[in-house]
């Protein structure tokens, strides 16, 4: 059984960085395509960005391009995600998630909440 545990998370200011973490547990973890996503209040959820099964291949909405980074390390059963320049249009509840094929997620996170102040 997957499971997905997401950390992190936190308070920050505008133009500063967090780093997220997505702990996979269960097998064969390069086997999954890995996203991560948020929520903003009131607001539907969202991709952010993915990150395909050898992590060759990383995909950035223009939302996250040039500001946040998408990486997974499979010897560690892990994915983070590297948030610079962060914006108060960036607060919301993250969460990372795996599927086996790509824009076909079957496994998510409880999240974690991820605020910036201006």
């Known amino acids: 059984q997957v499971q997905l545990v997401e950390s992190g998370g936190g308070l920050a200011q505008a133009g500063g960085s967090l780093r997220l973490s997505c702990a996979f547990s269960g097998r064969d973890f390069g086997s999954f395509v890995m996203g991560w996503f948020r929520q903003a209040p009131g607001k539907e959820r969202e991709v952010v960005a993915s990150?395909?099964?050898?992590?060759?291949?990383?995909m950035h909405t223009p939302t996250s391009h040039g500001r946040f980074t998408i990486s997974r390390d499979n010897a560690k059963n892990a994915m983070y995600l590297q948030m610079n320049k962060l914006k108060p249009g960036d607060t919301g509840v993250y969460y990372c998630a795996a599927g086996k094929e790509l824009n076909k997620y079957d496994h998510w996170g409880q999240g974690t909440q991820v605020t910036v102040s201006s």
């Open positions: 990150i395909t099964w050898s992590g060759l291949t990383t």
